[in-house]
């Protein structure tokens, strides 16, 4: 589909009542003015916070870590910055060291799982530039 046949899905000829279009965007500034800067195509940008130290401590205890949060501390922290998905990448990670070692996840896997994330997004960033948005961006 092209840029073109989209917005014009996006205004359509007729009343569109009862719809409502969601998009989403990790990097918003990237898309095309025209899909963003005209009434009526998206006229709410609602931006989702990375989550606080406290959200990512207890988006892993739902994962299923019931380490103390001592145990935990030093991942959240290193965490920082993460959005959920990238949370719940390092619980997937961490899964694979214990299978790979045939025992249970550890902290230190979910340690270990935060810097291997860590250090491929870093490099990433230094290769592509920082990903996301401030809301004065958008």
């Known amino acids: 589909m092209s840029l073109q046949q989209l917005l014009n899905c996006l205004d359509g000829i007729g009343t569109q009542d009862g719809v409502v279009v969601v998009a989403t965007a990790n990097e918003p500034t990237a898309l095309d003015p025209a899909i963003l800067r005209r009434p009526g195509r998206f006229d709410r940008v609602v931006r989702f916070p990375n989550p606080s130290a406290e959200l990512r ?37 961490a899964g694979q060291r214990a ?14 799982a935060v810097q291997t994330l860590r250090h491929a997004f870093g490099s990433v960033k230094e290769r592509q530039g920082a990903a996301g948005f401030t809301p004065q961006e958008v």
């Open 57 to 93: 401590l207890l988006y892993l205890r739902k994962l299923g870590c019931q380490f103390a949060e001592s145990e935990l501390k030093a991942a959240v922290d290193l965490a920082e910055g993460f959005p959920f998905a990238q949370m719940r990448e390092v619980f997937i990670l």
């Open 99 to 112: 299978f790979d070692r045939r025992g249970e996840i550890e902290s230190d896997d979910i340690l270990s």
